[in-house]
């Protein structure tokens, strides 16, 4: 076992001499020392570069091929409206809807005749018109449109806000669509406050140019007068 260990050693210290000599066959440690003693070369200098100059010309709009033949787009300007808001009023009334009755035709018809009758003995200097309550303007979801012809002539191109007026001279604001010539928002208070239902009649009579004064005619006293007509 230690004639081994001795073997061993002897054979890397011949190694090590061998592998020295090589080293200094080379000369590693003079090229070591003279690349430190070089001098570094110089830096090639830099060129300077040529301030570009801008210029303009007038070239052709690149365009698609499938549009090369056709002539070019023409714009407009086109008008958004902003929605328009009112605030709401604080009600605690509620209306029970379970039990509503819907009108009959000659019942609809006599509140119209009313409803003309009594839009024919208005002053003539302001426009009106008479509309017939269906379910969906008094029940369901509370949208009124207009006569477009009505709209299209005498109220404003635009949406903003119109004041309903009853007879008592009670001001409900309500907001105008005039692309829809309807009534929209504050329309369900002005119809719950005053108890419309299926088959009323209304008159609108224009007293300014954004108010609008209305009659109501109710569908109860036209059946009381159908009953009548039937005795």
């Known amino acids: 076992m230690v004639m081994s260990k001795v073997k061993y050693e002897a054979l890397r210290e011949q190694r090590l001499e061998e592998n020295k000599k ?17 001098s570094s070369p110089k ?11 801008p210029r303009t010309e007038i070239v052709p709009v690149r365009r698609s091929e499938r549009f090369s033949n056709k002539s070019a787009p023409h714009y407009k300007e086109v008008t958004f409206y902003d929605r328009v808001q009112i605030p709401r009023r604080v009600t605690n009334r509620s209306r029970d809807l379970s039990n509503r009755v819907y009108a009959s035709d000659e019942v609809r018809e006599c509140a119209i005749k009313k409803a003309e009758e009594l839009e024919s003995s208005l002053e003539s200097d302001y426009p009106s018109f008479v509309k017939s309550m269906l379910p969906s303007h008094v029940s369901g979801g509370f949208w009124l449109g207009l006569s477009s012809y009505f709209c299209k002539r005498k109220l404003p191109r635009n949406d903003g806000v119109v004041t309903l007026i009853d007879e008592q001279g009670e001001e409900w604001p309500v907001i105008y669509l005039a692309r829809k010539s309807g009534l929209s928002g504050g329309w369900k208070k002005f119809s719950v406050d005053h108890d419309l239902v299926d088959g009323d009649a209304l008159v609108f009579q224009l007293i300014r140019p954004t108010v609008l004064k209305v009659f109501i005619i109710r569908v109860k006293n036209s059946e009381e007068s159908v009953d009548v007509e039937m005795k």
Do not use: C, G, Y
């Not at 200094?24 to 003279?34: G, H, T």
């Not at 830096?43 to 100059?53: D, H, L, N, V, Y």
């Open 43 to 53: 830096p090639s200098p830099m060129k300077k570069a040529k301030p570009r100059t």
């Open 22 to 38: 090589r080293l200094e066959e080379l000369n590693l440690s003079q090229l070591s020392i003279a690349l430190k003693n070089a």
